[in-house]
């Protein structure tokens, strides 16, 4: 194993601990930490550089420049937070063209998952019954809850982060 292999699959493991922190900062506290986002944007190009492989990093820089510009439409609509967008375009750059679709996939259904246990968390604790549930089922505010985007974003960071190592 060559020294540049070691390099690339450090970069990778710490892509993979950073973004699992943040989610863990997210899932706490709801927030995300701008340190955090950056030292993932920032270890991008020692992966780039270090991998056995070619990184098709330009397209990589379109797709992740896409995902801020989208993270910041629907932080704007306050859909999401602003380090939920910062942290998803991070994670796009690595992802990169080969890897975006299931990254977003990904995302996708563990924000369902995350989404569905903390309805019915919110439905549970305050209705017991499957009357009250019902009854309840068509409460506006559970739409206004905050959720840990980071948390699902970090599950489809993993695959990126499992893919690339297979990879090197």
């Known amino acids: 194993m060559t020294a540049s292999i070691v390099v690339a699959e450090v970069a990778?493991?710490?892509f993979a601990a950073l973004v699992?922190?943040?989610?863990?900062?997210?899932?706490?506290?709801?927030?995300i930490p701008n340190r955090v986002c950056l030292a993932v944007l920032l270890l991008y190009p020692a992966h780039v550089i270090?991998?056995?492989?070619?990184?098709?990093?330009?397209?990589?820089?379109?797709?992740?420049s896409a995902a801020l510009a989208l993270g910041f439409v629907l932080f704007s609509l306050r859909y999401v937070g602003a380090g939920d967008a910062k942290l998803f375009a991070a994670v796009a750059l690595w992802a990169g063209p080969q890897l975006i679709v299931p990254f977003m996939v990904y995302t996708t259904l563990a924000g369902g998952v995350i989404a569905l246990f903390m309805w019915m968390q919110h439905r549970f604790a305050r209705?017991?019954?499957t009357a009250m549930v019902l009854q309840t089922a068509a409460d506006p505010q559970i739409g206004k809850q905050q959720m840990p985007y980071g948390a699902a974003i970090a599950v489809a960071a993993l695959y990126v982060a499992f893919t690339l190592l297979r990879i090197s």
């Open 12 to 14: 990778v493991v710490s």
């Open 20 to 31: 699992f922190s943040a989610a863990l900062k997210d899932i706490l506290t709801y927030t």
């Open 50 to 64: 270090a991998a056995p492989y070619a990184v098709d990093w330009i397209p990589a820089v379109g797709i992740a």
């Open 127 to 129: 209705a017991p019954t």
